[in-house]
């Protein structure tokens, strides 16, 4: 693994140039392949409708999802879909060794599908569908990323389907007899890829994408204690702003929906209902991706991290 402990090699790998699309950040592929692979896992479940393992024999240490249906393992499609979306971009831009990288990857999906077996949320084969669709999806799309990305940069389309595709989907997500998560957290992950998307968007009509400087790959920095602190002081400030975002969103939003539905306020129930459910979380998250996208970065820039 190639390391760089030159000052210069270090300061470049965290700066900020304009770019082509060929070297935008990989965040719009990772986030582009975590919602496929969500949204497909998630309408599988609630179509073909396989339950959960049976508790007891199993000991259940979640309840929350105890609604939702169980094959495929949405969770091990994220695990396996992001580690390896990181996997196979990250070399056109970072200097690694490839097995080390892979056995990360592994190492990281098998941990989250041993998590769903150990906490008796799935069973062997819902994990195992869940893995295998992953892949099967990383496959196909693999060849057309650098096409995709090429679309979300530039067209003037792009923004425009980014919003407007995912709130069609989660308004058209199959119905149930009876309440499920599902929903909600699809509309979710779909609200933050939404306003991920636009914010790449904008940043690269800005002229300002966030990259290493220099020839690509880049050598990784040496890490030090001061970019040990430098790194937990952009966690803390990235969270802090995206958790705001999330709180001042979500009270605007649900206060607006329940005023134009004329529903009580102190009716939580309410908060179930399609109507009220989607557009709130959707424009709740899809401002969580713009502030993510477009704001964290310059706040980084301004504070020195």
Not at 87 to 106: C, D, H
Not at 115 to 139: I, K, Q, W
Request: glycine residues 6%; contains cysteine; aromatic residues 10%.
């Amino acid at each position: 693994m190639a390391l760089a402990g030159d000052p210069d090699q270090i300061h470049q790998s965290r700066g900020l140039r304009k770019t082509t699309w060929e070297r935008q950040d990989s965040n719009s592929n990772y986030k582009y392949n975590e919602d496929l692979v969500m949204y497909i896992g998630q309408v599988m479940k609630d179509v073909l409708k396989l339950p959960r393992p049976c508790s007891p024999p199993v000991v259940k240490l979640e309840t929350r999802v105890d609604a939702e249906y169980g094959l495929p393992s949405t969770h091990a499609m994220a695990a396996t879909a992001i580690s390896f979306t990181l996997l196979l971009s990250a070399p056109s831009r970072i200097q690694f060794q490839f097995e080390m990288g892979l056995l990360m990857a592994v190492t990281l999906s098998t941990m989250v599908c041993l998590s769903r077996l150990y906490t008796g949320m799935h069973s062997v084969l819902d994990v195992v569908c869940g893995v295998l669709l992953a892949a099967l999806l990383l496959f196909l799309t693999h060849p057309y990323w650098e096409a995709f990305d090429r679309f979300q940069l530039t067209s003037r389309m792009s923004p425009i389907l980014a919003l407007t595709l995912p709130l069609f989907l989660s308004y058209t997500y199959p119905e149930l007899e009876h309440y499920s998560t599902t929903r909600g957290d699809t509309t979710t992950i779909l609200g933050v890829g939404a306003g991920c998307s636009v914010g790449y968007w904008v940043n690269k009509q800005l002229g300002e994408t966030f990259e290493p400087e220099g020839v690509l790959p880049v050598p990784l920095p040496t890490l030090t204690r001061s970019a040990l602190a430098s790194g937990t002081a952009r966690f803390l400030v990235g969270v802090g702003a995206l958790v705001g975002t999330r709180q001042i969103m979500k009270a605007v939003s649900l206060h607006l929906l329940f005023w134009w539905h004329k529903v009580p306020k102190y009716d939580q129930s309410a908060r179930m209902r399609k109507e009220i459910e989607v557009p709130s979380k959707y424009a709740t998250y899809t401002a969580v991706g713009l502030v993510h996208s477009i704001m964290v970065n310059r706040v980084f820039l301004l504070l020195g991290l």
